[in-house]
């Protein structure tokens, strides 16, 4: 064989693809991401962003053998890095990041099928006159009339198939996940449209604008979404209290939307920004609004008159989180108790005074709201791998208590759900998948049922639960067993805010549409 043969042989040989390097990072990605998959972790959003490493490490290595060891000829290892980036242009012009889910799970849509929310003027056509709030069916505030996320009823019927849930309207929405607050005729939430933060009142049964509150200002956040957070609360006297995501604190006049005034609790307070912005629902109490701004010293709890806007005490130096405050009654006395980023305070509703604190510390948010699960325990949940606690409060010495952990358990780990209490039970979501706890213990009792980061009220004898795709279900809060007895497709899109019940009328939205439904109702 002549020399130029060999040579043209060697050359050829050259030429033809090395496989086996590609194979090793192949089988290399595919047993990480079986460890990933079934190893323990502390949340689920620890498998997302794992996996995520893993298919961008693999995705470059490949690239690198591509063009560094693949063995064929250099114009055939460009024109595959052109057809790369080709492709990875056509993926950016066609499709688009909308966010992510409760996991961190990238939600993406076609480019072409982009969402437009019309702007909605100041007023509408709708009533001349409205109910103020005091009815018995109101829900007025942040998970219900008394903050806990239970009402009495009415009987639900959980026969869906024979008598569906009645749609009343849907409609498109602006950006947030702040929940409704109902009162008489009205339901009123906080949104977002463009470069404005909005307070809107919508008809209960028609969803009809009603009034328009407006703030200059946007709030984007591209892993927790854009638009406000916090959900309006309404007093019996006809005024509604929001906050924006930056610390806008509004009162408004609830029959018409007029301002009646307004402060900046971050300014007025020395408090930075939130990076998710500020969740926190105002609470009233007697004649108080408090709210939570966690800046300067003294400041973790704010109090201002509910009628002029003028700040009666300042309390607390806790960093806050994303918590509400809420008034709960421990050894028969009222307390308003704030879950902040590092512990557990109560306060006394008449000056602020800080009356018990308890560490919960945690390097993420906290969101679930405590629960008073007797009259000296405090039962308080958190995700991303923390779990649950239950504190023991006792008489101390001065007017003040004593605060001790009786338990810590991660059988239930609350991330942007809340618990409820329920007959010696408490029921939440752990993880995206329903769990009942025993208080006494923390130790579940079942866990079944998937329902993502979605968020649930009970309702006589029944969760109500909203799921994370959209869904709504009916689930037996009952300790022996899991049963779900009733669902339905309420909305479309990535669901986290709160539903909201008044009568047998529910409401409920997202960050892109809100409607109505008549759920039937037991004879």
């Not at 194979?23 to 962003?49: D, F, K, N, P």
């Not at 437009?116 to 103020?132: K, N």
Request: with cysteine.
């Amino acid at each position: 064989m002549s020399p130029s043969a060999t040579d043209s042989n060697k050359t050829e040989r050259r030429r033809r693809l090395r496989w086996w390097p590609a194979a090793a990072i192949g089988i290399a990605a595919l047993v990480a991401l079986t460890w990933i998959w079934s190893a323990e972790v502390s949340h689920e959003a620890v498998r997302t962003v794992r996996t995520a490493m893993v298919v961008i490490v693999s995705l470059l290595l490949l690239l690198l053998w591509w063009m560094l060891a693949s063995g064929l000829r250099w114009r055939a290892r460009w024109l595959g890095l052109a057809a790369v980036v080709l492709v990875g242009f056509l993926l950016r012009s066609l499709v688009a990041y909308e966010g992510v889910d409760g996991n961190l799970v990238p939600i993406l849509r076609w480019s072409w099928t982009s969402r437009t929310v019309p702007e909605i003027s100041g007023s509408g056509s709708g009533l001349h006159t409205v109910t103020v709030a005091g009815a018995e069916t109101d829900f007025p505030q942040f998970l219900g009339p008394n903050r806990d996320a239970r009402l009495p009823g009415p009987r639900l019927s959980t026969d869906w198939t024979q008598h569906p849930p009645e749609e009343l309207w849907k409609q498109p929405i602006g950006l947030g996940w702040s929940s409704f607050a109902i009162a008489g005729e009205l339901a009123v939430t906080q949104e977002q449209r463009g470069s404005r933060q909005l307070v809107v009142a919508y008809q209960l049964r028609s969803g009809e604008v009603v009034w328009v509150h407006t703030d200059q200002g946007s709030f984007q956040s591209a892993l927790g979404g854009d638009g406000p957070r916090a959900t309006p609360t309404v007093s019996r006297e006809g005024r509604v209290y929001t906050l924006s995501p930056r610390g806008l604190l509004n009162c408004l006049e609830l029959e018409t939307g007029k301002l009646l005034w307004q402060r900046n609790i971050e300014t007025e307070n020395a408090a930075g920004g939130m990076r998710w912005g500020r969740s926190s629902s105002p609470l009233l109490v007697d004649d108080l609004v408090v709210v939570n701004p966690g800046g300067s010293p003294h400041r973790s709890l704010a109090a201002y008159r509910q009628l002029s806007g003028e700040l009666v005490w300042t309390s607390g130096n806790a960093v806050t989180s994303y918590a509400s405050p809420t008034l709960l009654t421990l050894l028969g006395r009222p307390q308003i108790v704030m879950v902040n980023q590092q512990m557990v305070t109560a306060h006394s509703p008449d000056d602020g005074r800080i009356l018990w604190e308890q560490a919960f510390p945690s390097g993420q948010p906290h969101c679930s709201q405590p629960v008073a699960v007797a009259d000296d325990l405090v039962f308080v949940s958190s995700g991303y791998g923390i779990g649950s606690r239950l504190f023991r409060i006792s008489p101390g010495e001065d007017g003040k208590y004593r605060s001790e952990t009786v338990w810590e358990s991660r059988g239930l780990k609350t991330k942007f759900t809340n618990t409820v209490l329920h007959k010696g039970s408490i029921y939440g979501l752990d993880e995206g998948i329903l769990v009942c706890l025993d208080p006494e213990t923390g130790r579940r009792r079942w866990k079944r049922g998937r329902y993502g980061h979605g968020q649930l009220i009970l309702v006589g004898d029944l969760l109500l639960i909203t799921s994370e795709q959209g869904e709504v279900a009916l689930v037996e809060a009952n300790p022996e067993r899991y049963q779900e007895v009733a669902r339905f497709p309420a909305l479309d899109g990535i669901t986290w805010n709160t539903p909201a019940l008044s009568g047998d009328l529910l409401l409920v939205r997202n960050h892109q549409e809100a409607a109505a439904y008549k759920l039937p109702v037991a004879q």
